[in-house]
T-cell receptor, first 112, second 113 residues
């Protein structure tokens, strides 16, 4: 079973600032997914990264998969209050049958 | 396209009782996975069903069980409930192949008194 370490666990910043969330493991991932979860709702998929070194952008969010496929980062530019939520990374070990392994998440609060 | 539907949304039980939760996947999805989410442990994988067969199982006691029907709908059962079973139970559906994204329902909030 691979473990995913997410950091920071909590982050509170002002609107307009930039931030980066990290997801690390000692294991190699088949793929990695980032989710955002709001109170009372299930996680919503933001992006899936599969190829080492891959970079994907979703408006102000930039996702990067490490070259060795053991780590990933999520960078938010000019954060807005609507970005507030729990950000989760989840790794797929491959084979489609092991379920996703989740990090414990980053609680992000963007203050207006 | 309708999303993943979980029922009920909220449930209150007492210790020793049993409970059954239901999950209807996105149309066309054949894989349903169940997760337990708690503040201390985060999201933990319970089990996955694909084409009515349990394909994999996480590290939970045998009190946690599930099944999947021919229409891909899935149920999860927890017997002899304990206080520690209080959690948000989430199900997610996908096509079931490698690297396919999973789509989550909004969960069932189970509280044990």
């Amino acid at each position: 079973t691979q473990l995913l370490e997410q950091s920071p666990q909590f982050l509170s910043i002002q609107e307009g600032e930039n931030l980066t969330v990290y997801c690390n493991s000692s294991s190699v991932f088949s793929s990695l997914q980032w989710y955002r979860q709001e109170p009372g709702e299930g996680p919503v998929l933001l992006v899936t990264v599969v190829t080492g070194g891959e970079v994907k952008k979703l408006k102000r969010l930039t996702f990067q998969f490490g070259d060795a496929r053991k780590d990933s980062s999520l960078h938010i530019t000019a954060a807005q209050p609507g970005d507030t939520g729990l950000y989760l990374c989840a790794a797929d070990s491959g084979g489609g049958a092991d379920g996703l392994t989740f990090g414990k998440g980053t609680h992000l609060i963007i203050q207006p | 396209k309708a999303g993943v539907t979980q029922t009920p949304r909220y449930l209150i039980k007492t210790r020793g009782q049993q409970v059954t939760l239901s999950c209807s996947p996105i149309s066309g999805h054949r894989s349903v996975s169940w997760y337990q989410q708690t503040p201390g442990q985060g999201l933990q994988f319970l089990f996955e069903y694909f084409s009515e067969t349990q394909r994999n199982k996480g590290n939970f006691p045998g009190r946690f069980s599930g099944r999947q029907f021919s229409n891909s709908r899935s149920e999860m059962n927890v017997s002899t409930l304990e206080l520690g079973d209080s959690a948000l139970y989430l199900c997610a559906s996908s096509y079931g192949q490698e690297n396919q994204p999973q789509h989550f329902g909004d969960g069932t909030r189970l509280s044990i008194l």
